[in-house]
């Protein structure tokens, strides 16, 4: 996370999760899709109210509840769905999201899918908890140890998942830069800040100028989109490479 992304900072706890923190992500996810996973594909994707009460009572057995005191009382606004500190003993950035938001899923309504005269489309979804879950995972597959689970905060009906990220100093890169990086990681430019990799089915969004940074002879996405498309997303990734399209996103606020 860069270093001029918070000027704030007051006294609260400092990390606790050392590496296991990018286990407790990894375990989060597992405990989500296993618990809700029972009852069938009917009841797939699962509400939210489902997705926050077994990620509550996962949390609740690992002594990862945090109290709305924990945070500091002073943060800066991180893009859509968090707020940021800076954690100075540890030199991380703590992240909690912010009112009920938990980030965008890429996918496509079938609806969407482009006539010879219309662009192809496909729209960024408001995330569920799982899903946020899902990207973190992707994130720490692309850069070990990224993202930290750090705790829980379950506030009125609101659930607030707090992570960490370490501080890296602003090293700008360019778009060419960004599109070489992820060619050479065999990586397939779909349209304007995506990327898409066949071998693993790993799509990654968002990925521009200002989410990625350098770090020494590599680059950082440290607040990208990844996700591993299904259906007929999948599908249409792979038809519009293969005729040599490009696509074009679409932001929504609706939820998926």
Known sequence: MPDERSSEHTDHPASQQGEAGADLVAQALAHLRGSLSGDGPASWPPTLARQKASLTEWAQGLDLLLAPADLPSKSIKGGQEHDLWHEEAADRYWKSTRNGVFGLQPGIELALVSSA????????????????????????????????FEGLIVQSDELIIVTSQPRFDIIPVTTQEIDRWFASLGFEKITSAAYYRTADNLGVFDAHDR??????????????????PAGGFREFIKQTLAEGHTLQAIRTTHTS
């Open 117 to 148: 005269e219309d662009a192809r489309r496909f729209h960024l979804w408001e995330a569920s908890p799982l899903e946020y879950l899902e990207r973190l995972q992707l994130h720490n597959l692309l850069v070990p140890d990224l993202n930290r």
């Open 211 to 228: 989410n990625l940074v350098r770090f020494e002879d590599t680059l950082i996405p440290f607040d990208v989109i990844p996700c591993q």
